[in-house]
T-cell receptor
């Protein structure tokens, strides 16, 4: 399976600032996904990022708050903009690969907003 | 829209006890089914998957799951749990007919007492 890395692994940020999370994959993948896991909760899909096209956002998530870039087939970034304490979560990058489109996850970025 | 229900939010077992975690989904078409596990302090890992064929699938570490189409269920089982199975378990469903999204259940926290 693909090896997925994320930077930073964790961060503590001030309210009103923005943080960009990077996701790097060791192989070329068509579809990349960004998820949020709030404390004690399950995973919620934020958006799907395909290379060469605009990201597709799920209900409740908007581009102004969570802009995503996908410049090539191995890399993506998610920015959490104008942060508030409610944005404190683990943000996970995921990729789909294999003949059965299995989905694999990165280690996550633990964000705390003060 | 597809959805996933995990009935047990917290399960506490003694070592060597048998485990069964319930998972039911709502989706009218063809599905791929997954169980993911998140050990304390570790990232999400794929435990097992069902795509087609034999409805009884075997995963890592002695886990298995049975897909019962008529009941829209994909319960996870292990005959004898170990302390090292302490983790959070997530059932996930991907609808293959029109939606490529992987939807997660709320998760089950399993504590195995030595």
């Amino acid at each position: 399976s693909a090896v997925i890395s994320q930077k930073p692994s964790r961060d503590i940020c001030q309210r009103g600032t923005s943080l960009t999370i990077q996701c790097q994959v060791d192989s070329q993948v068509t579809m990349m996904f960004w998820y949020r896991q709030q404390p004690g909760q399950s995973l919620t899909l934020i958006a799907t990022a395909n290379q060469g096209s605009e990201a597709t956002y799920e209900s409740g998530f908007v581009i102004d708050k969570f802009p995503i870039s996908r410049p090539n087939l191995t890399f993506s970034t998610l920015t959490v903009s104008n942060m508030s304490p409610e944005d404190s979560s683990i943000y996970l990058c995921s990729v789909e690969e294999g003949s059965y489109n299995e989905q694999f996850f990165g280690p996550g970025t633990r964000l705390t907003v003060l | 829209a597809q959805s996933v229900s995990q009935h047990n939010h917290h399960v506490i077992l003694s070592e060597a006890a048998s485990l069964e975690l319930g998972c039911n989904y709502s989706y009218g078409g063809t599905v791929n089914l997954f169980w993911y596990v998140q050990y304390p302090g570790q990232h999400l890992q794929l435990l097992l998957k069902y795509f087609s064929g034999d409805p009884l699938v075997k995963g890592i570490k002695g886990f298995e799951a049975e897909f019962i189409k008529s009941k829209f269920s994909f319960n996870l089982r292990k005959p004898s749990v170990q302390w090292s199975d302490t983790a959070e378990y997530f059932c996930a469903v991907k609808g293959m007919d029109s939606s490529y999204k992987l939807i997660f259940g709320s998760g089950t926290r399993l504590l195995v007492r030595p």
